[in-house]
């Protein structure tokens, strides 16, 4: 334990050592402890981080987001997803259609559609399927799709060869504006986020969406959630 005594000696220290007189208290003004205080944990490469708060764990399996287009070449003319199961986030749904993803190397079967429909097709993998599948499948953010690779999906009443649309979709965070605000979380930023129990783990370059079509939740994906033993629901801290 360190005890006041022990804080404002060192404080005194440092102050002379920067060469301000006077009393701790005058110097701690004139100093700006704080920003030195940051400046050398930076210098040191810690960042001054503490929790902001909690949010719920969302672990997805791999999934896969069809435009209508895709949907009825591969279902039928005019076919509508019949939904199975709502999702955290509002409006989503797990749908009752599944189908093939093939690749190069493999193939994985019954992947499960999210609905309602894209404007473009999007397929979610882990890294451990694009191992399987062959596919060199970037981390991306959803919806950043240029430059990524394709797949072959199969449907039962047809196929689909993309040109693009495969990624390992990169770890983020959802909140609505009142629960950013109070987590003090800002459309568009990065943080770092904290997870407990015997496979902690710091999760650096969360990417933050905030938006009030959005619950808090920290999505992730298996492989993500298995090497730190997160289920789904698992609270973890949120790190500015
Ligand atoms: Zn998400």
């Not at 700006?32 to 949010?55: D, F, M």
Request: aromatic fraction near 4%; hydrophobic fraction near 40%; include cysteine.
């Amino acid at each position: 334990m360190i005890d006041e005594t022990q804080v404002k000696a060192v404080v005194a220290d440092v102050l002379e050592k920067f060469n301000i007189k006077g009393n701790v208290a005058d110097g701690l003004q004139k100093l700006n402890v704080k920003e030195h205080v940051n400046e050398v944990l930076q210098n040191l490469g810690i960042k001054g981080k503490t929790s902001t708060g909690k949010a719920p764990a969302g672990v997805s399996n791999r999934h896969v987001h069809l435009s209508q287009n895709d949907l009825e070449t591969m279902f039928g003319e005019g076919h509508q997803l019949t939904q199975m199961k709502a999702l955290s986030q509002p409006g989503q749904f797990a749908a009752e259609e599944t189908l093939h993803i093939v690749g190069p190397k493999g193939a994985i079967e019954k992947v499960r559609v999210l609905g309602p429909t894209r404007k473009e097709t999007q397929v979610e993998i882990s890294m451990t399927d694009s191992f399987k599948l062959g596919i060199k499948a970037p981390i991306r953010n959803s919806g950043d799709l240029d430059g990524t690779p394709g797949c072959t999906l199969v449907g039962p009443k047809g196929s689909v060869i993309l040109s693009k649309g495969v990624i390992v979709a990169a770890r983020h965070l959802h909140a609505n504006k009142a629960e950013a605000e109070a987590l003090g979380l800002v459309d568009n930023e990065y943080i770092t986020v904290k997870s407990s129990g015997p496979r902690g783990t710091l999760f650096e370059n969360v990417w933050v969406r905030v938006s009030d079509a959005c619950a808090l939740d920290f999505h992730i994906d298996t492989d993500e959630a298995n090497a730190a033993g997160i289920k789904n629901g698992d609270l973890v801290e949120i790190i500015k």
